[in-house]
């Protein structure tokens, strides 16, 4: 079994950064892919970006991209989401999930994963 709690969430103003923590329990961490989603209120969850096992392949929604990174630390069975240049749209709740599949491809949909952490708010002010 896997439990992934997230941390770092925070009220930053428009342009400001902001790094998610997410810390991930059970012996089979390093070898499923992680990724990082997003609700806003009123909205349907999103992918915002995805890592596979061995941190050689990184996934970014187009919103994103350029602007927020996405790394593990596996020493720590820690993932994080670096977060730049943050826009007032970014706001919303930011959960980690993790795929339940070894060595397996990153996916940018929700139903692919099996592990969800309860999430942290991220409110960025204009």
């Known amino acids: 079994q896997v439990q992934l709690v997230e941390s770092g969430g925070g009220l930053v103003q428009a342009g400001g950064s902001l790094r998610v923590s997410c810390a991930a329990s059970g012996r089979s961490f390093s070898t499923f892919p992680m990724g990082w989603f997003r609700q806003a209120p009123g909205k349907e969850r999103e992918f915002v970006a995805g890592i596979n096992w061995s941190g050689t392949t990184t996934r970014y929604a187009d919103s994103v991209k350029g602007r927020f990174t996405i790394s593990r630390d596996k020493a720590k069975s820690t993932a994080y989401l670096q977060m730049n240049s943050l826009k007032p749209e970014d706001t919303a709740m930011y959960y980690c999930?993790?795929?339940?599949?070894?060595?397996?491809?990153?996916?940018?949909?929700?139903?692919?994963?099996?592990?969800w952490g309860q999430g942290t708010q991220v409110t960025v002010s204009s």
């Open positions: 999930a993790a795929q339940a599949t070894h060595f397996a491809e990153v996916v940018d949909t929700p139903n692919n994963y099996d592990y």
